[in-house]
């Protein structure tokens, strides 16, 4: 048998293509070994920064100085111009969309101003302006909207934040969401600020410090983006109701045993859970979490600008950018992404609005026996079917996104809301009927939101007289105190 030297010798063009196609290889190897060499490069100098950010440091715009790129597209969550079917960053108020709510809020802060949340750069301007902060709220209600909350939890304490009062804390949180929330200092690293959510992983056995940098890119949402509830009549503990599990039920079983209510609905005197936007633990039970996609992968895709890539943090709706967001997995046009996302939003949210219908009658209903002279072992089995009802709608309706993170488990859950809402009517009803009431009975006008507030007998004019009122003359003295403190630290935070 011939060696290879001899054919090459016996064949000279064909030693020549093994010589150029050797040639080839190396040179190829060259470049890829070079190419690793600079991304080994600027690994090491990726963070070296040009200034250095102090711990716990607040203001975004000196995270920007060492980071240009992430903070150009993170001040484009001001940018409240798009709007989808469903959501988007553009103003909407929700009560005038969906009147009922009003109903179901009664004698709550929401039945007052419910307004679609924006970019996250709005943070602090939407809490200081709603209606809802008109009533006293405890420090707790700062936790999720700025990074100066790492720094105020540092220096007073976690406790001691929790139970301060929202408005003496006004002066201290006023910048909004942003670097500091999600990343250390020193590194970069994604990394936990908010207590409540290490200590719910802690009381389920877990330890959230082993969890993966791409579980990470989701967790790190995961710190406000959840059902919580203040815990503690003084104390306004802010802590996650995952005990006994993340579903739904799983939730309404732990605030079962801890007798937990967020409110007392006016109207039924029905003791009703308030869920909070359960976006984590919706999207846990969809398609996406199950494929191992993260928040961040859908909400802030890789960009790429002048070769070097990094993570656009417009935190926004996939639907904004498609391209970048849904198309980098899913080869169908926009056209079509977008077609199945509406698709799946548009059937959930018409169940969910045959239970609001249900649920605000049941209320009204109520309340109509109540003043016929039932009494509380009577109404007691019907306003429990409510709150059970109640929860299992606000669970499917205040997770932002919920009905296309998992369409499945939100229709699931507004289902056997829907049936618990019709027990709670002929429950009352024949309430209503041993109380001498004919039935069905006259319900009131409640079709635009004016109509409904002014049903459970909220002044508006007056609680919008003294949110201006507020607006002109408490916030710019915290304004002014806060770029008092502020002006006597450097451009790096030092004292």
């Not at 976006?279 to 969809?286: M, Q, S, V």
Request: a neutral charge; glycine letters at 6%.
């Amino acid at each position: 048998m011939k060696s290879i030297i001899q054919i090459l010798q016996e064949k000279p063009r064909l030693a020549w293509l093994f010589f150029a196609a050797t040639a080839v290889i190396v040179f190829l190897i060259g470049l890829f070994a070079n190419s690793i060499m600079e991304r080994r490069g600027e690994e090491k100098t990726m963070f070296q920064l040009v200034k250095p950010i102090a711990d716990w440091e607040p203001r975004n715009e000196v995270w920007g100085e060492n980071f240009p790129r992430e903070f150009e597209s993170y001040t484009a969550t001001l940018d409240t111009t798009f709007r989808s079917k469903h959501g988007g960053a553009a103003t909407r108020d929700v009560l005038e969309e969906y009147p009922n709510l009003v109903i179901l809020w009664a004698g709550y802060a929401f039945s007052r101003d419910f307004n679609q949340a924006r970019g996250h750069y709005y943070a602090i301007k939407d809490i200081r302006n709603t209606l809802r902060t008109n009533v006293p709220q405890p420090g707790t209600c700062w936790t999720c909207k700025s990074t100066d909350v790492p720094r105020v939890m540092n220096e007073r304490g976690v406790s001691e934040f929790y139970k301060d009062k929202w408005d003496h804390l006004g002066d201290q949180i006023v910048n909004p969401i942003g670097c500091q929330d999600c990343h250390d200092n020193k590194t970069m690293n994604l990394r936990i600020t908010r207590p409540a959510l290490a200590e719910a992983f802690q009381r389920m056995g877990k330890d959230i410090k082993q969890a993966t940098h791409q579980e990470m890119r989701s967790l790190v949402c995961a710190q406000c983006h959840v059902e919580y509830y203040f815990k503690g009549k003084e104390e306004k503990y802010l802590t996650f109701p995952w005990d006994k599990g993340f579903r739904a039920e799983d939730m309404e079983a732990y605030y079962d045993s801890v007798q937990h209510v967020d409110f007392v609905n006016t109207l039924s005197r029905a003791p009703i859970l308030k869920a909070q936007h359960p976006d984590y633990e919706i999207y846990k039970t969809g398609v996406h979490a199950e494929r191992g996609v993260s928040c961040a992968d859908c909400h802030m895709p890789y960009r790429s600008e002048g070769g070097v890539k990094f993570t656009d943090h417009h935190i926004q709706s996939p639907l904004n950018n498609i391209a970048n967001s849904c198309q980098v997995c899913h080869r169908e046009s926009e056209e079509t992404l977008r077609k199945n996302v509406f698709d799946r939003q548009d059937k959930v949210i018409e169940v969910r609005s045959r239970l609001e219908s249900a649920l605000a009658k049941a209320h009204i209903e109520a309340k109509i026996a109540w003043d016929n002279g039932a009494n509380e072992n009577e109404m007691k089995p019907a306003l429990q079917l409510i709150r059970q009802a109640q929860w299992r709608w606000d669970y499917a309706a205040a997770s932002h996104g919920g009905s296309f993170h998992s369409p499945l488990e939100s229709v699931r859950v507004i289902g056997a809301g829907l049936e618990k809402a019709q027990e709670a009517r002929i429950a009352i009803a024949e309430i209503l009927i041993k109380h001498g009431v004919k039935v069905p009975v006259t319900l009131p006008d409640i079709s635009t939101k004016e109509k409904a507030q002014a049903f459970i007998g909220l002044d508006m004019k007056k609680l919008h007289e003294a949110k201006i009122e507020f607006i002109k003359t408490i916030i710019p003295e915290w304004d002014k105190k806060a770029q008092e403190r502020e002006g006597k630290m450097s451009a790096y935070g030092e004292k």
